[in-house]
């Protein structure tokens, strides 16, 4: 056995023991290399990685693309770690989807949350229900640039239509900025609510997102979306 597969082996064995909360950031960008760059030492790499972008956490934010400029680092290795993120994006909207029915707005909130995690441009979700509160379904409606994302009211109408929904969640990330609504969302609810209205669909509250948390526009006072809410 090579030094370097030795080392490879104390450091999956440590894993295992003690998971990888007393790891330093280059011990767990090495660990997770070692399962795109075989029998080979991956401590360099990790190394031009993190003077790079500067921490673990940028390194799997970035795209393949920018990841591809540093040497060393390939397709395989770039698509290996941008997985990471969507992996765990993917990972939270599926136990986000455990609890089916949605009867408050909290609960609509943070059964979006997840759906934002490191989206990084403005982007649109509609989440549907049914009579009953429970989730038909979230649709992803636009994505924009970082500053906007284009709503289209006739998408929203449309896919609520044709999943037969009895109300509705707009929401919508702030990626630069914070969770407060603008007068522009304000304006896009208003007219939002204004042509699900006319289809007899509610239209619950429209969901205002940036990192980790988020701001009804109802809740707060932005806009008084309808009478008869189903949440």
């Not at 440590?14 to 070692?34: K, M, S, T």
């Not at 080979?40 to 934010?61: Q, R």
Request: glycine share 6%; proline share 3%; with cysteine.
């Amino acid at each position: 056995m090579s030094i370097h597969e030795g080392h490879r082996q104390r450091l999956r064995t440590r894993f295992l023991q003690e998971g990888l909360d007393q790891f330093n950031q280059i011990q767990a960008l090495e660990l997770l290399l070692f399962y795109c760059v075989p029998r080979k030492d991956t401590n360099p790499l990790a190394h031009a990685l993190l003077e790079y972008f500067g921490s673990f956490n940028a390194v799997l934010d970035a795209t393949p693309k920018e990841l591809m400029k540093v040497e060393g680092v390939g397709e395989n290795i770039a698509m290996f770690l941008s997985l990471m993120k969507e992996t765990w994006r993917y990972y939270n909207v599926q136990s986000a989807q455990t609890n089916k029915s949605l009867t408050t707005v909290e609960q609509c909130g943070d059964y979006l949350l997840p759906y934002f995690v490191n989206r990084d441009v403005e982007t649109v979700f509609l989440l549907c229900l049914d009579a009953k509160c429970k989730v038909i379904c979230c649709r992803l409606i636009g994505e924009g640039s970082v500053n906007s994302a284009s709503i289209s009211v006739r998408k929203i109408v449309e896919t609520a239509l044709n999943v037969n929904a009895t109300s509705v969640v707009l929401a919508h990330n702030h990626p630069s900025g914070v969770a407060i609504p603008s007068l522009e969302d304000i304006q896009t609810t208003k007219r939002v609510a204004h042509a699900l209205h006319a289809v007899e669909i509610v239209l619950v509250d429209h969901i205002v997102v940036a990192e980790n948390d988020y701001v009804s526009i109802s809740m707060s006072g932005g806009y008084s979306i309808g009478e008869n809410q189903n949440t």
